[in-house]
């Protein structure tokens, strides 16, 4: 979500070949991005339910989202281990159900129950989602929230050389982290964010700095790749990546 939806296509677009115009007023102006013609992330610009602008506009921002088989089971699971409801169950025409949540810590993400739309076609590939990843002040805490509200289980992480980091895991397969804030700048709050697959990280970090973007944490190695974390011109944060194995396309199960 951004204040200004058609600066933040031409950024994405330019820096991931994404296509994507604005969407229908029925939708809220809500963009689809497309990679080979297959959605890959949404864009929307900072609009209430009724189409009025929001006032006042909140922080540009990336939200993760997890799909659920039952968006209100998931709401009044949330509260039940001591979540909040940010944005409560609401129908998106046919496409599905959507829930705005936040954890314990006060990390906030969504929920979506597929209806004809499914969710993203297009990850673990270049230019596409291949990682989310939560800091906050309770990893054990906010893994045991995760693990009430969706369909993940928390385990110690396989990473070689890794310790400390939780993976969020689906039907066998690590989809998500979860670390502590030690390593971010003090006072951070606790809040997910979103890793992009790319074939090489730093000329997209320089191509986002030419673009109007900053450079919160320039290229690093780590264990599994070489990452960046990058800020787009109105200030949404997220990190890129090219790991060191070549990103496979997950069970659609």
Same mark, same amino acid.
């Not at 909040?84 to 609401?90: G, H, L, P």
């Not at 597929?114 to 990682?131: K, S």
């Given at each position: 979500?951004?204040?200004?939806?058609?600066?933040?296509?031409?950024?994405?677009?330019?820096?991931?070949?994404?296509?994507?115009?604005?969407?229908?007023?029925?939708?809220?102006?809500?963009?689809?991005?497309?990679?080979?013609?297959?959605?890959?992330?949404?864009?929307?610009?900072?609009?209430?339910?009724?189409?009025?602008?929001?006032?006042?506009?909140?922080?540009?921002?990336?939200?993760?989202?997890?799909?659920?088989?039952?968006?209100?089971?998931?709401?009044?699971?949330?509260?039940?281990?001591?979540?909040?409801?940010? /944005?409560?169950?609401?129908?998106?025409?046919?496409?599905?159900?959507?829930?705005?949540?936040?954890?314990?810590?006060?990390?906030?993400?969504?929920?979506?129950?597929?209806?004809?739309?499914?969710?993203?076609? /297009?990850?673990?590939?270049?230019?596409?989602?291949?990682?989310?990843?939560?800091?906050?002040?309770?990893?054990?805490?906010?893994?045991?929230?995760?693990?009430?509200?969706?369909?993940?289980?928390?385990?110690?992480?396989?990473?070689?050389?890794?310790?400390?980091?939780?993976?969020?895991?689906?039907?066998?397969?690590?989809?998500?982290?979860?670390?502590?804030?030690?390593?971010?700048?003090?006072?951070?709050?606790?809040?997910?964010?979103?890793?992009?697959?790319?074939? *090489?990280?730093?000329?997209?970090?320089?191509?986002?700095?030419?673009?109007?973007?900053? /450079?919160?944490?320039?290229?690093?190695?780590?264990? /599994?790749?070489?990452?960046?974390?990058?800020?787009?011109?109105?200030?949404?944060?997220?990190?890129?990546?090219?790991?060191?194995?070549?990103?496979?396309?997950? *069970?659609?199960?």
């Amino acid at each position: 979500m951004v204040g200004d939806q058609q600066a933040a296509l031409d950024f994405y677009g330019g820096l991931f070949g994404w296509q994507a115009e604005v969407g229908p007023p029925e939708q809220a102006g809500y963009s689809v991005c497309r990679l080979a013609g297959q959605p890959v992330a949404g864009i929307m610009g900072a609009i209430n339910a009724d189409g009025t602008p929001m006032d006042p506009v909140p922080p540009a921002a990336w939200t993760t989202y997890f799909a659920t088989e039952d968006a209100a089971a998931a709401v009044a699971a949330g509260g039940a281990a001591g979540g909040q409801t940010v /944005v409560e169950t609401m129908d998106v025409m046919d496409l599905g159900k959507m829930a705005v949540l936040a954890d314990p810590t006060g990390a906030v993400f969504g929920v979506w129950e597929p209806g004809t739309f499914p969710g993203a076609g /297009v990850v673990n590939e270049d230019n596409a989602v291949i990682w989310n990843e939560l800091a906050t002040t309770d990893t054990k805490a906010a893994a045991a929230y995760y693990e009430a509200v969706v369909p993940v289980t928390g385990r110690p992480s396989e990473i070689p050389g890794v310790t400390g980091y939780t993976e969020l895991v689906v039907n066998g397969r690590a989809v998500a982290g979860v670390m502590g804030l030690d390593q971010h700048p003090t006072g951070t709050p606790p809040h997910w964010m979103t890793y992009f697959h790319v074939d *090489d990280v730093d000329r997209v970090q320089a191509a986002a700095k030419q673009a109007g973007g900053r /450079v919160l944490a320039p290229a690093f190695e780590m264990p /599994v790749g070489r990452m960046a974390v990058l800020a787009d011109p109105q200030g949404a944060v997220f990190a890129v990546i090219r790991s060191v194995e070549d990103p496979q396309e997950p *069970d659609p199960a």
